[in-house]
């Protein structure tokens, strides 16, 4: 019991810490748009994601987030690349209508037009290194590396290690270990 | 707490929580220069992704995705809206769906209904509090004076006008709402929020924190004194009310599960002319548990236990326990095909002994009564086409009273497009007896002038029709149809050859049409608009052999219109302007006026973590009718209590 007391007693000394140096703030976070955190989420991914050589443009040529479908970002996907680059690679948004129409490009944000076509995309992109993104999937659907899943009013990641890992991705443990990890599905 | 500007938030507030997590954390962050106007987006930039995830984004809606394939008339109110238009009590919060008729009748009663049939008795509404049902069973509706949520920890109120699905169950007959509180882990650090004006003075506390890292709780406590409402003449109508409310809830998410423990207890009283003084106290405790199964598929067990009691000393007292259980699972079949199934049991013991006298001649016989309430349910969700879902259920209870009814539904939606999608849907409600229906007898002396009878429970076949559209995520309209066919309608009659007593039968049909709509519209990133409006129409009549007492007036007091409009608007990075207006028509029988409510509401944030605001309500006319005068069938309630102007002042600290 008086173990118990003492810690609540510390936490509650922690929260008062927090109260004086104004951290009310701390406690309900100032809500943002939901598609600038996912913009966002895209420009964290491109620094904790290892892709192998191979997949990586030339020099200085381009590190591509591309969109395909009817883009929801507005524009947050470009305001966020904006004067960014990854590894001498600036940052640069690409806007695809199909998959064929896909040439240099690390990260593919599959919008939710497109997502019902999943499966035919996903075998499309099966030999390249590309980390496929989408919204939360419909019950059902798997395979893409990384959903942003929406739960009540804050953006999660779900991550699929296994399409990461076929597709020779390394993801950084800083995304994996806040995330929720998916395993295999029979 | 925040005024949750969508678009542009203060680079002082990112300025104070970079300098908190330096000081807390040890973690080297770079300062937001005094001089920066940097855009949020660069902000957004430099958190950790931990902290992107604990970032709260707005929308409308809490799951775009999910409310657009919602095959039902359904409206989210979501906790910016209660924040913002300031609403502290629970009708207020309703005031803000335009699918639910509110009308204040005293001062701490209030008489909600949806697409029709209102009265303070009005029965045809479901209301949850997180799965605890708050329905009393003595007139099957609801005691809004005994139901209380803080504001700040209100998730969203799910409103469906229109029988629910299966899943709701009886009571569900016009509609459903469905208040959900955030989680514990939501409602961090302390909150302290007080207020005084002319008709109320509130405060509350409340404190969220952590055992562990795997546990949240919260505890609150809450005080108001609600002043008194008007005659017709403008006199004090004697029926201000006070209550005190406390509780807690704690969250417990291991992995795969989410533990809840939840409970409340309240006392108040509310002055009555004549005296005697009313007073209410309860108790409740809910267990709530969810379970992932893994592959989409769920399971939620709930089990609660309930306490309430209500006195008028020396004339009547109302004392229910209710102890609930509920199991619900949900898996899927292959990719297209979702089922959920389960099933509930309810009992209830209701003691309701009256002291019979010269001016109190109503009671019930047998005092107490125990009401058994059981029910299993299925409902199967298919998508027949990648666009197209066919939802089919039923649901077999168990009522007290009367046995087992069939409640069977089928609802079909079709997503046009990515931002459009109509529904339409076909269902069978019941509207179950209550004691009010069979257990009331008024004597007086030797004369038994109502005795109990054998009410049916009340039946309803729906069809309705809707289209949703949802442009972006801040801009959405939506448009219902229904035309309701209603039997067995409570009517009063006399016993055979027209002699007393009377008692309540089910001699009254008829059909109810109309159309209810209501769209937002986000004029600029700091301005954004919200209407609504509903339309209803009524053809009630008798059947052979009814006695026809008190004519079709007695189903219920409805206005034939409701409109509303909305505008939330954000200045200065700090300031909330805040103004509604609705214009409600006139009810027909207790007569009252349309007439046109406006209330509007100044909020300044003083820091991130203190807001002032003054609110007006009511402000156009010094006093109103709402729900018609005094002369008025047992049922409906009215009084002829009229609604006067108030303004209040308040402070909020914390979130």
Redesign the interface.
Same mark, same amino acid.
């Given at each position: 019991m008086g173990l118990l007391r003492s810690v609540t007693a510390r936490r509650l000394w922690h929260g008062l810490a927090l109260l004086l140096l104004g951290s009310g703030a701390l406690a309900a976070p100032t809500p943002v748009s939901e598609y600038q955190v996912k913009a966002v989420y895209l420009f964290n991914f491109a620094q904790f994601v290892e892709w192998p050589a191979a997949a990586l443009p030339g020099d200085s040529a381009p590190f591509v987030i591309g969109v395909l479908g009817k883009d929801p970002f507005g524009t947050a996907l470009e305001d966020v690349v904006r004067s960014e680059a990854v590894n001498q690679h600036p940052l640069a948004i690409a806007h695809y209508r199909s998959v064929a129409e896909i040439r240099n490009c690390q990260i593919l944000f599959i919008t939710a037009s497109e997502v019902a076509h999943l499966d035919g995309i996903l075998t499309a992109l099966k030999d390249r290194s590309i980390l496929t993104v989408a919204d939360a999937l419909e019950p059902g659907q798997h395979g893409v590396m990384i959903e942003l899943v929406r739960q009540e009013s804050r953006i999660r990641l779900r991550i699929d290690l296994q399409a990461a890992k076929a597709a020779d991705l390394t993801i950084s443990s800083k995304l994996l270990r806040p995330a929720e990890i998916v395993g295999p599905r029979s | 707490?925040?005024l949750?500007?969508?678009?542009r938030?203060?680079a002082r507030?990112?300025q104070?929580?970079l300098?908190?997590?330096m000081?807390?954390l040890f973690v080297g962050q770079p300062a937001v220069g005094a001089g920066d106007t940097i855009?949020?987006?660069g902000d957004?930039?430099r958190?950790?992704?931990?902290?992107?995830?604990?970032?709260?984004?707005?929308?409308v809606t809490?799951?775009p =995705?999910k409310l657009l394939q919602a095959a039902a008339a359904i409206y989210v109110i979501t906790r910016d809206q209660i924040l913002r238009s300031g609403a502290r009590s629970v009708p207020d919060m309703l005031r803000l769906a335009p699918n639910l008729q509110v009308a204040q009748i005293t001062s701490s009663t209030f008489a909600v209904s949806a697409r029709g049939f209102n009265g303070t008795a009005a029965s045809k509404l479901l209301v949850l509090i997180d799965g605890r049902s708050v329905y009393t069973p003595y007139h099957s509706g609801v005691s809004w004076d005994v139901q209380d949520v803080l504001p700040e920890d209100v998730?969203r109120i799910e409103v469906i006008s229109g029988p629910g699905a299966t899943l709701w169950g009886a009571n569900a007959v016009n509609g459903v709402i469905n208040i959900v509180t955030?989680?514990s882990s939501?409602t =961090?650090?302390?909150m302290v929020d007080a207020g005084a004006g002319n008709l109320e003075q509130r405060g509350s506390v409340q404190?969220?924190? =952590?055992l562990g890292a795997a546990v949240h709780y919260r505890a609150y406590a809450d005080s108001f004194h609600y002043g008194h409402n008007l005659t017709a003449d403008g006199m004090n109508a004697q029926d201000d009310w006070r209550k005190t409310q406390g509780g807690f809830r704690m969250d417990w998410a291991p992995p795969g599960d989410l533990i809840t423990l939840q409970g409340d207890f309240y006392g108040g009283s509310e002055t009555k002319s004549p005296p005697p003084d009313q007073s209410a106290s309860g108790q409740n405790l809910v267990a709530r548990w969810n379970h992932d199964l893994g592959?989409?598929s769920g399971l939620q067990v709930q089990a609660y236990v309930d306490h309430l009691l209500f006195s008028l000393p020396g004339i009547a007292t109302d004392e229910l326990y209710t102890y609930d259980l509920d199991v619900q699972h949900s898996f899927?079949i292959?990719?297209?095909q979702?089922i959920v199934w389960g099933g509930g049991y309810r009992l209830q013991y209701d003691d309701f002994p009256t002291v019979l006298s010269a001016t109190q001649l109503l009671t019930f016989i047998p005092k107490d009564r125990k009401l058994a309430l059981g029910n299993i349910f299925v409902q199967d969700t298919v998508a027949i086409m990648?666009t197209v879902k066919l939802i089919l259920g039923i649901k077999a209870e168990d009522e007290p009273y009367t046995g087992w009814q069939e409640l069977p539904n089928a609802r079909l939606s079709w997503g046009l497009s990515?931002e459009q999608m109509v529904w339409a849907a076909v269902s069978r409600a019941v509207r179950a007896a209550s004691r009010l229906d069979r257990d009331l007898y008024e004597i007086l002396g030797p004369l038994v002038v109502i005795r109990g009878g054998d009410f049916q429970p009340e039946k309803l076949t729906a069809y309705e029709l809707g289209y949703r559209a949802q442009t972006t995520?801040d801009t959405s309209v939506s448009v219902s149809t229904f035309y309701n066919v209603y039997d067995a309608l409570r009517t009063a009659e006399y016993s055979p050859g027209g002699q007393l007593p009377a008692m309540f039968a089910n001699l009254m049909e008829g059909e109810t049409y109309g159309v209810e709509a209501w769209g937002t519209y986000q004029v600029r990133d700091w301005w954004r608009l919200d209407a609504g409006a509903s339309w209803l129409r009524k053809n009630l009549r008798f059947k052979p052999g009814s006695a026809q007492i008190a004519g079709t007036a007695i189903a219920g007091d409805d206005p034939s219109y409701q409109a509303s409009l909305s505008s939330t608007m954000f200045f200065a990075r700090q300031g909330l302007f805040y103004l509604g207006l609705r214009q409600v028509g006139s009810l027909p029988d207790p007569a009252s006026p349309a007439y046109t409510g406006l209330d509007a509401r100044l909020a300044w944030d003083l820091?991130?973590?203190?807001q002032v605001s003054l609110q007006g309500q009511n402000l156009i006319h010094s006093q109103h009718l709402e729900f018609g005068t005094a002369v008025a069938p047992l049922q409906l309630g009215a009084t002829g209590v009229e609604t006067g102007r108030s303004v209040f002042g308040r402070v909020t600290?914390?979130?």
């Open positions: - | 707490m925040y949750g500007h969508p678009a938030s203060s507030r990112w104070a929580s300098i908190c997590l000081l807390t855009a949020s987006t957004l930039k958190l950790s992704v931990e902290e992107l995830m604990n970032l709260e984004v707005t929308s809490k799951e =995705q998730e955030r989680k939501d =961090q650090g302390p404190y969220g924190g =952590q592959r989409d899927y292959g990719k297209r979702n990648p990515d995520t820091s991130p973590s203190l600290w914390g979130y």
